[in-house]
């Protein structure tokens, strides 16, 4: 970047946009796009936010590049570019949390809590059974996947070496791709060759959860692991600690807010499954307190289920559907509330 | 050390799990009173199979179960195609199917639950009317016949206020608006049953055989399921499509041209279906494969006919006491009613009720 | 003393060469990660063979048997799902990435630090959401609201082959649906780049402001060299999820067997994973079979994606000063 762009003022210091700029730009931009939409038709909500984001670019970019020169100006134009993507990204956020919300709260109900499917036609019920279901079923199969995909992070970031490692790495991609109505499929065979024919079982739905849970845990735990400083390493050798407790003390402590964000962000993935788990784990509509026998409920085959089949009224199926769906979200919500709270304790102080 | 740490947290998720098992207050101990069940009946039946007849098993499992506290069934809607496979390999001890087994399929020793010289017994126990819906800015009434139908949904006739639609609708104020077709993205009974009336009454626009899955050689939208189709139509503008008609909410339904009169999708027209059908040849006097008269007089031509698979010898005399008492219940006339009311089925006439009783009485 | 903080291996123990007396420890942890690793392997035979074995009736049927019992002769059946999976998936990349690395900018460079963590939770909120719900919210909701934008785009800018009219009535396009997508892997390349950029050595970013680079031009100099792998494996996470999802597309999107480019039309190319879900249900016998041969071609898929973006980033690694 030479400086070939030496404004008329001519200073690196002076040259600059004053302060009330931005504001400003902003607030004319929103006004001079809505204005601009209400005489176009009626007004439209998306149409007035991109017109000012763009208007608040070219403005933006035009005055400053004027004042301050380009690279300030492109410096700005980026500026608004991330903010731009932050609050784009709030957009279906919001969007899906309104609806799921105003749909879902009608039957939020202690019925919902006490009550499961069984005997039950049209209106009141509840998903005790498939609230059960699914914090069973998830719950071991993040008991299963969480130390195998740990360890193998650990195993190649900071042992593996040679065929092997570069194996496993080659089938963690290959595991990332399968569809998750073959992994159910997969346990549902598994389970029939060992238990004869039929057999479906919330542990056989954990079977097939994990096998779509593992590669997500060791991608974004070895990534992580990767990134840990080697001088941490070396300066806990050179105490003279060995090496499993300088992995488990000092690596993982590091990286640990990484990691389990990247383990919620995993249970998150499979805790709406509704396809391996629709095959593997079965269907019925009462509660099975028993984990290796028997079909059992979970909220995604409840949602499905109630969203898709609908009996008269079906208002009461749509609405019984997005309860079970807020629940869900309430329930992962509370998981990365709980997962940031572990993180915290593990993790080291540290200026960031 | 992270045992103290995690153990905050893991409590808290046992704890939740705990407090969830305990309570599911409309649960009685079921197995603990059995004993007492005044039909003497116990035990546990699975079945599998088409999710169309999904809420009428639902209603009729609440309803057996209620009379028989001992028994619990378990119906999984995982779709005709599981259900025939789960049946046949003795995973379920009976299925529900959108279509009566093949001959190909038939035959004694192929179904493992069944005893070894035992055949499949099809029996039409749900039949469903599915009402072609559409939502058309100031039309309420629309009649239509076999052949425009087909044109609408082959692509052929693209807008509302075609001569041909017009015809069928005099002093209907028809819309210039491009028409939207939505059909069915699953492969589903609807579909198989919607296509066999347009290519027996329409054949000469409709040149495609019946199937599950619409031919990707005609356009239009595909939605999944009746609820995505419903959806689809309903949010949408000038848009038609098919599904159940239970389902069809406030959306409008049209009037089906057969012979000279036009028909709506009402039970009573549907459950003449199944009375005009003709039995498949070459089963047994017990098995009521139907095969199904699309241009008959005096019937909704337009209707899903579901069928309960069983066997006529169970290897297991306790199962097969189970299964005669439910499908029994199923194909009564008090259970025909209860599903009617809450899945909005057409329930089966009296005669095929009494000929479906006899062979219900059949199985040992 | 930079150099080290870059080096993306492992120690490869020079220490260990000093004679120590074996620890205990150390032999149970690298049983104990070695058998971790040994384990993935067998999961993932377990896995491979099954689909093999299912698939294998298909794959060896003849075209005759396949019309008459399948869905088709299998190639000119699979081809059209191919494509619409890579397809959607491109779009969704598209779409996703570069508003993902905008956000995770702004949560480790550009917010507050005393917010960044709490709107790193929001982002991560996206995640929480179910698929299902993704695609009821998808299919009633934002396709009805984006049926407009098609309906425009056909209009004005249809001599352009992506946006070739008709446009579809109700939304359910190959647009809403990589849309969709979009929105449900931008929690998962966000969040994996945001912990990336901010192990980024604070001594290059210093040294980056300190001569005289605006914000933006740190970050091109300072971040995004030292993130780009991880950047790369963050898309390779969301893509993997792209290509592999069943629900939301198959309730969203307007599918059929056919090869368009357009991506606002009524007809749009089917997935692989919704066009399993959508059929699984009522299939029997040899369409099964047909089936899951489709599922192993997803996988073959997934594994040239992914094999061609390590290959990406082993290219840019050698030319790239970071490493």
Known sequence: MTATALSKSDSLTAGQLPRWSTPATVVGSIALAVLVTLLLGPFNVGLAAVLAFVIYQVVTYCSSGLVEGPRRATDRLMTGFIIGAFLLALVPLIWVAATTLANGLGRFDLAFFNNSMRNVDGVGGGAVHAIYGTLMITGVATLISVPVGLLTAIYLSEYGRGHLARGITFFVDVMTGIPSIVAGLFAYALMTLLLGPGTVSGFSGSLALSVLMIPVVVRSTEELLRIVPNELREASYALGVPKWRTILRIVLPTAVSGIVAGVILAIARIIGE??????????????????FSGPMMTLPTFVYDQYAYRGLPPEAFVDR??????????????LNLIGRLVAKRFAPKSGR | MFSKKLAAPLALVAASVIAFSGCAANEAAAPATSGGAASGLNGRLTGKGASSMSVAQTTWIAAFQTANPGVTINYSPDGSGAGREAFASGAVQYAGSDRALKDEEMGAGKFAVCAPDSNALNLPVYVSPIAIIYKVDGVTDLKLDADTTAKIFAGKITTWNDPAIAALNPGANLPSATITAVHRSDDSGTTENFTDYLAQAAPSVWNQKSAGIWPDAFPGEAAKGTAGVVGAVQSGNNTIGYADESQAGSLGKAQIKVGNEFFGPTAEAAAKLVDNATKVSGRSANDWALKLDRTAQGQYPIALVSYALVCEHYADSSVANLVKSYVGYIASDAGQKAAQAKAGNAPLSADMQAKLKTSIDSIK | MSTATHTRQAPEDDLALVPAK??????????LSTGAGIAIFVILAAVALFLIAQ???????????LQSRGYGPFWSWVAPFAFG??????????FAVPVAIGIALFISHYAPRRL??????VIDLLAAVPSVVYGLWGANTFAAALQPLHAWLATYLGWFPLFTPPASGTGRSMLTTSLVLAVMILPIITSLCREVFLQTPKLHEEAALALGATRWEMICMAVFPFARAGIVSAVMLGLGRALGETMAVAMVLSGAGVIKFDIIGQQNPNTIAATIALNFPDASGLRINQLIAGGLILFVITLAVNMLARWIVRRRAAFSGAN
Do not use: C, H
């Open chain 1, 274 to 291: 509704t396809a391996p788990l629709m095959v593997a784990a079965g269907f019925t509509q009462s509660i099975n307190m028993s984990f």
């Open chain 3, 85 to 94: 999976t890579v397809y959607s998936a491109f779009w969704a990349l598209v």
């Open chain 3, 55 to 65: 698939a294998f009736p298909a794959l060896t049927s003849t075209p005759e048997m």
């Open chain 3, 116 to 121: 960044a963590s709490g709107l790193g939770y």
């Open chain 1, 321 to 334: 559907a997005w309860t079970g769906a807020l629940i869900l979200i309430l329930i992962v919500m509370a």
């Open chain 3, 22 to 31: 074996p620890r205990i420890g150390d032999k149970v942890f690298t049983g």
